[in-house]
Every structure is written in structure tokens, then in C-alpha cells.
């Protein structure tokens, strides 16, 4: 089957003649009208009959991930022959398109145009970027192959979990039978992941604010869940990477960086491609085939396998930030920055020579991932996962985290192990929409090292496997931005002005000239600011004082300064704060301290983008 999506604000078609294929139709039909209409033309294929029903499902799951993204109020199957050369019977094209049309969402006024007439139509697309999409939807077995499964996913899906809350005094309580009054958020969590509710039935408030601030955006050019970065969101992205790169190479972590592809028929990989929970894209390239890496494991496996590593050398971390991290997420659960298909993942492994060293580090690393949270500015609910002997024999590890967190925390308990760890945690986030999204996470892996032939030689000149710790103290980049903007939204729910923090701010302060007259010692004061790492610019633009200052607020920026003859006179700034709100007089020099303060150890780029507005491009028009 072949889809040409549409997203319209209105779609009319009207019936000139029929086909000798024609599907019966009352005579007083001679069209319709649909507003606000996601139009769907179908070309149903002649492969398309020998797997209708799996046809069926796949065609609904992607008009429904894009319903979820550009949000109509109704949608028209539109039969359109031209979009394929192989069509199938009209018998099994109606019978397909009406099963097509009973699948829909049902919140929505669903409609089908009908088959086999010449009809006339007139639309009007909408013009935004994921305005027109097409899709090729295929039967398992049919065309490329663009998707691995993994046993562990389809295991995932049928694994029987045990739910409990841990308490800081030690406490595991069922998790029906926990109070969760003062605990709203850790409610949301734990029904989230209790029922597995990963797809969204929304757009999330995020999705709108990401496009607003350009900052990121869907690309109609790619795959699902790849995206753009406008200068102001790729900004925001390196200071984030920078600043975790930084963290985990201060703990000795040695960066590395390896490929991106790796081949399906390698022993071990194919393995491991088992254990792992996630979907991957898959190629082919002179008559091998080969997956697109979900992580940097892969790579840092194959290194360590081939490196001599002493006992002396231990713990051992490398680490990578990958740039391009691929998982074939499901198309209902890919939305904006929460979950996506192409991803920036840091990703640190960590060989220790026993248990012990395992535990040891692997409170040391829940220490950075807190750290973390806690540059980030946002709340976070925690998940522990263990197999349940595992528990048993770490209970005093469990509590210790709990109590260091200072609240209760989301278990999962499995009989047996599934998975090639024996305990995980995940910081969560909880987002406007109730969904939970991990962030920082750690894993006690006792499998791989054996598995890839990684060894070190012990005190007594043998050779040992060690056991190995997979982090990404950051979770990532991309849904970290996510959880800033979704907290920003929750912040303006409480009445908070929405921000960013200072140091990911893409513009810090914008001096705001009251007219011409004062534009040069409007650009001395950026020259200032601009001289100690601070990100500044000049509204410039022929626009009253009053529309340059709700200008600057629209885009969230942290401090605005009003420059006119009062300004001049005094020798002092008038500054607007963003947060805590409020104006205030202050020196050049004085306000820079005060970022430079906010801002220490923080990493530092400059802007990107023309200092002055009116030298700058619109990226979303």
C-alpha cells in the first residue's frame, strides 16, 4: 500500500462519473466537504491482498502517528490509483480500504471517499513541514528490510514483573497497596510503567514550544523520529553534551569513538542483538547486511576484547558520545523530543574486576547521574530494576539509594533474568501528559564480558572476565531538552515565567536600544558582556521599546536591557530579570557578574547567530 498524507484545511470533491469497477452509492451522493482534514490518498497494491489484515494494522499505526503529530480533527481516505503501478483487485482495494477505515482513531470523524468513480476535487494544504508525507507500507517479507527485532523485545512484551515501592526507612510495599497521596508524581510514574502506556494520544506541550523557540523541528525528508536543529536548539545541544563529556572524563573516563554500523552475521554481535530490548534499522551493502548501532556497546566491546587491561588498570571506563544512536522505535510512541528514532546518547562502560567493584562504582556513577539532574534544574522520580535473588542479596545496597535520594522509589522485581543485568536504575521524568521518560540510567552487567572474550590478568598473572557497568549519566541530549521544555510548561501552569536555565539560555541578555539614537552604546554594551563568555545581542530592528520587549520575553530570554537617555544620563542599565521577575539598575559590569557567577563551571559558546536581530533568518515562517 501506498499513502500521500495531507494535512488540509479543507478538502472538497465532487463525483463526475463512474467506473465499470464502482462500489454501489446512493444516487443523491455527489460529494462531500471535509475542514481541518487530514487527507489520505490510498493506493492499495496488488501484495497487499496476500497480508491484508497485517497491511491493515501497519496503515493504521502510521495515519495515527501522524494524526498525533499535526493534530486534525477529521480524516478522509481518499482512493488514488496513480500513486502505484500494481494495484490490487477493486474487490480486495474496497474490502482493504473499508477494514482501513474501521481502524481509525475513533475520537476523530473518519470518512472514505468512494472507489471506482472520476471524481473532481480542489485542497487546501496547509504548507507546514510535516504538511505532506508520504508512506510505503509493506507486509513482513515484502521489499526492503528496514527493522530487527530482538528477542529480548518480543520477551519484554510477555515478561511477568513484580511492583513495589521502596521506602527510605526500608520498607518494599506492594505497589496497589502504597498510599500515593503525597506522591502524585511517583503515582504517574508507576502507572506508566506498570502498564506499559508508551504510545501518547496527544501532542505533547513540549512538541509546540521546541517549533516556537526554533529550536527543533520534524524533517519531512526523513524517517519518523528524525529530526532538525535550527542554530538555537544545536547550541543548546552542544553546551548539554560539552557539559557531560566534561563530567565523565574528570571520573577517568578515556573517550573513544567507533562506528556506527555493524555486521548482523558477527558471532557475538548477533548474540547480544538478542539480549538487548530495542529495534533496530537494518541495511544491506554488497550482499552483506548489517544494523544500525542503538548504543556505543557495540564498538566499546570489540575494543576492550582486543586491549591488554591489568588488574592495575581497573576500574576501566571508556566512554563515547554518540552522535547517532538508531532504534526503530514504534511509530504511535515516536513524538517530538520524548522518544525518538535517531538520538544523541553519551555512553560510558565501566570494567571492574568483581561484584564488589561493581557496587561500588555503580553508587559512585548514582552520584554523577543526581549530579546531573541537579544541573538540569528539573524533578525526577527513580526506578530500580533487579532479578529478585539479586535483591535479595543486595537489600542494604536498595535501601542506601533510596535513603540517599530522600523519598520513595518505583521497584521492579523479576524471577528470572531476561536481560544480560542483574539490577538497573533510571532517573525519570514526568512530563505534562503523565508519561515518564528515563533519563540517567546504569546497568550491572554480568554477561557481555564473557560473551566478547574481554579479560584482564588478576594479582596472580591469570586471566579473569571481568564484570562491566553500562552509563549514560546524562540520558539522552535529546530528551533532556525535552524535560527542560516540558518543565518550562509545568512551570507556566503554576504561574512561573518558562525558561531555560541561564547556562543553556541560546541568548543570555538582549540589549534593547530605544531607538537609533542609542544603538552604538547599545553595541558597546554588548561588546562588554560579549568579552566575558557571555551570550548577547542587540534588538536593532525599527520596532517600538515596547515590541522589543515582549519580543525578547516570547523567546524566554533571561535579561533584557531597555538603553535610552535615562540609561545614558545614569550610567546604570535598566534590566529586566526573567527569573525571579523583576526590574532593577545596574551596571555593564555588574550584571556581568552576576552571570558569570550564575554561570561558573558551566561550559561557554558563543552565540551562532547574527548579534543583531535584523540580520537574522526566520527558520519557521
Known sequence: MRILLIHADSMRYEIKSRTKVAEPLPKAFKGDEMKEVLVVFTAVESTDEEAAAEIVDKAAQEIAGVVKQVNPERVLLYPYAHLSSQLASPQAAVRILKDLESKLPKELEVKRAPFGFYKAFELKCKGHPLSELSRDIKAAGKGPKTEAVSTAVEKEQKIRSQWYILTPDGDLVEASR?????????????????????????????????QKLELVDYEPGSDTGNLRWYPKGTLVKRLLEEHVTSLVRSEGAMEVETPIMYDMSHPSLSKYLDRFPARQYTLRSEEREFFLRFSACFGQYLMKHDMSISYRNLPLRLYELTHFSFRREQSGEVVGLRRLRAFTMPDMHTLVADM????????????????WM?????????????????????????????????KP?????????????????????????????????VQIDIENCERFGITYVDREGQKRHPLMLHASISGGIDRNLYALLEKAYLDQQNGLAPCLPLWLS??????C???????????????????????????DRPQSISRKVRDAETEWIPYIVVFGQKERDSGRLSVRARRPRGIKEITTQGLASEIVSATKGYPKRSLGLSRNLSGRPTFRG
Open 506 to 511: 541560546p541568548v543570555q541578555v538582549r540589549v
Open 409 to 441: 522509589v518505583l521497584v521492579e522485581m523479576w524471577d528470572e533474568r531476561s536481560f544480560y543485568f542483574v539490577m538497573k536504575f533510571e532517573f525519570n521524568f514526568v512530563d505534562a501528559l503523565g508519561k515518564a521518560s528515563a533519563l540517567s540510567t
Open 356 to 371: 564488589e567493584g561493581a557496587i561500588e562504582e555503580f553508587v559512585r556513577q548514582y552520584e554523577l547521574c543526581m549530579a
Open 513 to 539: 536600544p530605544v531607538s537609533d539614537e542609542f544603538m552604538g552604546q547599545a553595541c558597546g554594551i554588548a561588546d562588554e558582556l560579549e568579552s566575558q563568555g557571555i551570550r548577547v545581542d542587540v534588538d
Open 374 to 406: 541537579g544541573y538540569l534544574g528539573v524533578d525526577y522520580e527513580v526506578g530500580v530494576r533487579f532479578v529478585r535473588d539479586f535483591y535479595e542479596q543486595n537489600r542494604e545496597l536498595a535501601v542506601r539509594l533510596v535513603k540517599r535520594i530522600g
Open 178 to 210: 502504597f498510599d500515593f497521596t503525597d506522591h502524585s508524581n511517583l503515582q504517574k510514574f508507576a502507572q506508566h510503567e506498570m502498564y506499559k502506556s508508551r504510545a501518547v494520544d496527544q501532542v505533547p506541550p513540549h512538541v509546540k514550544l521546541m
